[in-house]
């Protein structure tokens, strides 16, 4: 399951969070977020209580979108303790999200 947060919740939700997390920037009129935004849904129910996926909406949450320098979407930002540990930018394969979620554990 992917939680949509904002950047109320982002540091309780991400940076707080004891499990591996994936936050996914993007925005509703971005093409390639919806393309990704498949993928992350099935890496999520594939990973699930292994690592948490949250997606955050730029348009409607700038201040993190500025904070982790969000310039081109889609943008995953991959968090473990707290700190970013890998990116991804654009329209990527599933493998690639996949290797890249792996990475976390």
């Known amino acids: 399951m992917v939680v ?3 950047d109320k919740d982002f ?4 940076l707080k969070a004891t ?3 994936v936050v996914d920037f993007w925005a509703p ?3 390639p977020c919806r393309m990704v935004g498949p993928i992350v849904d099935t890496l999520s129910e594939e ?4 690592v948490k996926f949250c997606k955050v909406n730029v348009d409607e949450n700038q201040q993190m979108a ?3 320098k969000v310039m ?3 943008l995953l930002i991959f ?3 707290g700190q970013v540990m890998d990116q991804s930018m654009g329209a990527v394969p599933e493998k690639t999200l996949r290797s890249k979620v792996q990475g976390l554990l």
């Open 66 to 68: 500025g904070k982790y």
């Open 72 to 74: 081109s979407i889609p």
């Open 47 to 50: 990973f699930k209580d292994k």
């Open 79 to 81: 968090f473990k303790n």
């Open 29 to 31: 009129w971005c093409g």
């Open 4 to 6: 949509e947060i904002s």
């Open 11 to 14: 540091e309780q939700q991400v």
């Open 19 to 21: 499990l591996p997390v």
